[in-house]
């Protein structure tokens, strides 16, 4: 008899509809073949079903089984096709009632006693299942809070595959999981660092908090232990709280991920600072398998580069696009995938190698070649993609040693979410959202300067020699400016200040 069960797996970021066909010959020697391009754990998945079946009280027929994946062009891997293998063995034989099956998805991986463990994508299936119009997903218990974002779909949460078979056959029904509100998934959470921590550098504070409201990247320069790094972790402090589509949106990459292990809601703005010894790979993504790297991890989060010379040039290199564009398609032999990498990007320097060029009181030890090839490990382009180059000098004596609280994170995160508002309201009929994300047409056509500040930029464009992406950075600075100062048009004092922040001296 032959059955089919609809499944379905994840390729990048994306979900595909997979067909499970199930045909149980009436003759034949005892065997379980799996077609349709299946990898070496979907091949393994013949023993875990066969025993999660006798584990269940039921019968695995004694003759030929072939299960075909279709479309047999497309590569298959995980886990997640054991339920659905198992379910059409036992529809096959009669003991489960397809009736409920022809408007479901099942996903989801069997241990050997029956219990079904979380699987990766389970989001991008839900996903799935409301654009073609499948009413019922049935998914391991551990991924169902995922899943029942998604309006439109049934969710129905299965702990044991004994606990699915009475279910398909009306005689125990699983309960259905209720649907997360996402208004209020996302919270403000309390962070290890603090600005009310940060001794001094209210210059670089309020670089910190132009690049919060407006979405804008920093590079951080200054000796060792002037705060760089206290400052970049205590960034995510300032950030507002991540909107409803920005949740589904990161969720759904580290669900790809780490959905096997039990996935949740992301609801606070990611943080990645990798290693400067990471690989090329492992920053922007690829691989055997085309999996995501930090840059997508960092989306609508903030990744972190510390020690930014430290970092391979090849590896830095390969940040100019993603920078740029907001995702990365990576292409191989196997096939191409595109993974968003819209983030703001922090990076900390050295002024040399020793790191005491132009320190106050220590003298730098470096030699003029040293310094030269020190700065030159970061390429004119990459600099030209930053948005903000701040100086962090060393703490005075008595900023260092004195009571006075700083400004509190709380504080200046209140002024960022009024000028996210601005820029909410400004770019309403746009496809971005805040200021850092604007094209050259939304500049042209939202972002309004005074004469006085035209005539400013101009002369700024015939003394420093701006090149065309810096013009319009600092227009998109200026109006950041302007909306924390609750300005409608960008004046000469917003242009003056914002000037200051596209120094490229490395």
């Given at each position: 008899?032959?059955?089919?069960?609809?499944?379905?797996?994840?390729?990048?970021?994306?979900?595909?509809s997979?067909?499970?066909?199930?045909?149980?010959?009436?003759?034949?020697?005892?065997?379980l073949?799996?077609?349709?391009?299946?990898?070496?754990?979907?091949?393994?998945?013949?023993?875990?079903?066969?025993?999660?079946?006798?584990?269940?009280?039921?019968?695995?027929?004694?003759?030929r089984?072939?299960?075909?994946?279709?479309?047999?062009?497309?590569?298959?891997?995980?886990s997640?096709?054991?339920?659905?293998?198992?379910?059409?063995?036992?529809?096959?034989?009669?003991?489960?009632?397809?009736?409920?099956?022809?408007?479901?998805?099942?996903?989801?991986?069997?241990?050997?006693?029956?219990?079904?463990?979380?699987?990766?994508?389970?989001?991008?299936?839900?996903?799935?299942?409301?654009?073609?119009?499948?009413?019922?997903?049935?998914?391991?218990?551990?991924?169902?809070?995922?899943?029942?974002?998604?309006?439109?779909?049934?969710?129905?949460?299965?702990?044991?595959?004994?606990?699915?078979?009475?279910?398909?056959?009306?005689?125990?029904?699983?309960?259905k999981?209720?649907?997360?509100?996402?208004?209020?998934?996302?919270?403000?959470?309390?962070y290890?660092?603090?600005?009310?921590?940060?001794?001094?550098?209210?210059?670089?504070?309020?670089?910190?908090?132009?690049?919060?409201?407006?979405?804008?990247?920093?590079?951080?320069?200054?000796?060792?232990?002037?705060?760089?790094?206290?400052?970049?972790?205590?960034?995510?402090?300032?950030?507002?709280?991540?909107?409803?589509?920005?949740?589904?949106?990161?969720?759904?990459?580290?669900s790809?991920?780490?959905?096997?292990?039990?996935?949740?809601?992301?609801?606070?703005?990611?943080?990645?600072?990798p290693?400067?010894?990471?690989?090329?790979?492992?920053?922007?993504?690829?691989?055997?398998?085309?999996?995501?790297?930090?840059?997508?991890?960092?989306?609508?989060?903030?990744?972190?580069?510390?020690?930014?010379?430290?970092?391979?040039?090849?590896?830095?290199?390969?940040?100019?696009?993603?920078?740029?564009?907001?995702?990365?398609?990576?292409?191989?032999?196997?096939?191409?995938?595109?993974?968003?990498?819209?983030?703001?990007?922090?990076?900390?320097?050295?002024?040399?190698?020793?790191?005491?060029?132009?320190?106050?009181?220590?003298?730098?030890?470096?030699?003029?070649l040293?310094?030269?090839?020190?700065?030159?490990?970061?390429?004119?382009?990459?600099?030209?993609?930053?948005?903000?180059?701040?100086?962090?000098?060393?703490?005075?004596?008595?900023?260092?040693?004195?009571?006075?609280?700083?400004?509190s994170?709380?504080?200046?995160?209140?002024?960022v979410?009024?000028?996210?508002?601005?820029?909410?309201?400004?770019?309403?009929?746009?496809?971005?959202?805040?200021?850092?994300?604007?094209?050259?047409?939304?500049?042209?056509?939202?972002?309004?300067?005074?004469?006085?500040?035209?005539?400013?930029?101009?002369?700024?464009?015939?003394?420093?020699?701006?090149?065309?992406r810096?013009?319009?950075?600092?227009?998109?600075?200026?109006?950041?400016?302007?909306?924390?100062?609750?300005?409608?048009?960008?004046?000469?004092?917003?242009?003056?200040?914002?000037?200051?922040?596209?120094?490229?001296?490395?």
């Amino acid at each position: 008899m032959l059955s089919k069960v609809l499944s379905a797996a994840t390729i990048g970021l994306e979900a595909v509809s997979i067909k499970v066909e199930v045909d149980v010959a009436s003759r034949g020697f005892p065997s379980l073949t799996i077609v349709g391009l299946p990898n070496k754990a979907i091949d393994e998945s013949k023993e875990r079903v066969r025993t999660a079946i006798y584990n269940s009280n039921y019968e695995v027929p004694g003759s030929r089984i072939v299960v075909n994946l279709a479309p047999a062009d497309i590569p298959k891997e995980g886990s997640l096709f054991d339920l659905p293998i198992a379910i059409g063995i036992l529809t096959s034989s009669g003991v489960v009632d397809n009736g409920f099956l022809r408007n479901s998805i099942l996903v989801g991986e069997l241990s050997l006693d029956g219990v079904i463990h979380p699987v990766p994508g389970v989001l991008l299936i839900a996903y799935l299942a409301a654009k073609k119009g499948i009413t019922n997903l049935f998914v391991p218990d551990g991924n169902a809070s995922e899943a029942s974002i998604i309006e439109g779909v049934n969710v129905y949460p299965v702990k044991t595959l004994l606990d699915l078979i009475l279910h398909l056959n009306n005689l125990k029904l699983i309960k259905k999981q209720p649907m997360t509100d996402l208004s209020k998934a996302a919270t403000i959470e309390k962070y290890e660092n603090n600005f009310s921590d940060i001794k001094g550098q209210e210059n670089a504070k309020r670089a910190m908090e132009i690049a919060s409201a407006g979405f804008h990247n920093v590079h951080l320069k200054g000796p060792p232990g002037a705060g760089k790094t206290m400052m970049a972790r205590a960034f995510p402090s300032i950030l507002p709280i991540m909107r409803e589509e920005e949740i589904i949106d990161v969720t759904k990459i580290y669900s790809v991920v780490n959905g096997g292990y039990g996935s949740t809601l992301i609801t606070q703005r990611p943080f990645r600072a990798p290693h400067h010894t990471i690989s090329r790979v492992g920053l922007v993504g690829g691989g055997n398998k085309l999996t995501p790297g930090e840059i997508t991890f960092a989306h609508r989060g903030v990744l972190f580069l510390d020690e930014f010379p430290e970092f391979s040039r090849s590896t830095l290199e390969a940040l100019r696009q993603p920078l740029e564009d907001g995702v990365v398609t990576i292409s191989r032999a196997r096939g191409s995938v595109t993974f968003p990498a819209r983030f703001i990007f922090l990076a900390a320097s050295n002024p040399c190698q020793c790191g005491f060029l132009g320190h106050p009181k220590k003298s730098c030890h470096c030699s003029l070649l040293q310094i030269s090839k020190y700065k030159k490990r970061i390429s004119g382009p990459i600099l030209d993609r930053i948005d903000i180059h701040i100086d962090v000098p060393p703490v005075e004596e008595d900023k260092l040693t004195s009571e006075f609280v700083s400004e509190s994170s709380e504080k200046i995160r209140d002024r960022v979410i009024k000028s996210r508002l601005h820029q909410s309201k400004r770019l309403i009929d746009c496809n971005v959202k805040t200021n850092g994300e604007m094209t050259v047409a939304h500049i042209k056509k939202y972002c309004h300067m005074t004469e006085d500040a035209t005539k400013l930029l101009k002369l700024a464009i015939s003394r420093l020699g701006l090149s065309a992406r810096g013009y319009f950075k600092i227009i998109k600075i200026a109006q950041t400016i302007s909306d924390l100062s609750s300005k409608d048009k960008i004046e000469k004092t917003a242009i003056a200040e914002a000037l200051q922040y596209r120094s490229k001296e490395n």
